[in-house]
């Protein structure tokens, strides 16, 4: 090729080169900037955030000029300026109440079980739970029994008594809650027999064991828990315990009350 031909030819190849410089020099929107020979958006783009020289982590996104992880930024829930309301969070790119949300419950992930209500952040079985019973609401509260079925219930079957250890108590014959809550028997000389305390070795109705009742002609006193005869017995002459002498051996006898 003559040398006319080939300055020409090098100087059109410089023409387009310099062409190419200025038509990605002048970047314009809506990629205004030019980052290594690209023009891009810096507000958006999570290759060039902010600024040529930053790169967002993989899965966050560029939204305003600033790297962010859609899914727990609440001003940009899962997609740039996606915001969350007011007392809400982003739960894996989903805006939530973690006050009442199930699967997420006070903070994000935290799945209440199965049959539970997410209340205020607090997994509650409202089925059973006295103080949300049926309802979170706080005004649900079962002021004495138990919660049922989501409902109120008293705590005791009818005979039985809630005493302050929240337990039920039969009254009629609990030693230690006998006739009322915290009305405690003798456990060494008493028995609580029909809701009073009784004193089983003397108690003529309550003779060693409740409703053991000492009776008619034949044993009608109760003397160290059993039916006797004061009147004739050897071993309680007159009053339980007063023993006559040689009791035991024949010829010795009580008599109406007296030994002989």
Known sequence: MPLELRTLARIALAALSLTARLAVAQCSVPTPTNCDGVCVDLTSNASYCGSCATACLTGQLCCNGKCTDQRSDPNNCWSC???CSTGQVCCDGVCTSTGSDPNNCGTCAWACGTGATCCGGTCIYTSSDPDHCGSCDAGMSCTSGICSNRTCQPRCIPGLTLCSDDLC????????????????????????CNSVCVNW?????????????????VQPDCC????????????????????????????VLCTGGNCS
Not at 171 to 178: A, G, I, L, Y
Not at 201 to 217: A, E, K
């Open 81 to 83: 300026g996606t915001a």
């Open 169 to 192: 108590h039969d009254t009629t014959s609990d030693m230690n809650d006998c006739g009322g809550c915290g009305t405690v028997c003798n456990a060494n000389t008493q028995r609580c």
């Open 201 to 217: 070795q003397t108690d003529d109705n309550n003779c060693g064991g409740c409703n053991n009742v000492c009776s008619g002609n």
């Open 224 to 251: 160290a828990g059993f039916c006797t005869d004061k009147s004739q017995d050897v071993w309680n002459c007159g009053t339980c315990g007063n023993a006559c002498p040689g009791a035991g051996t024949m010829g």
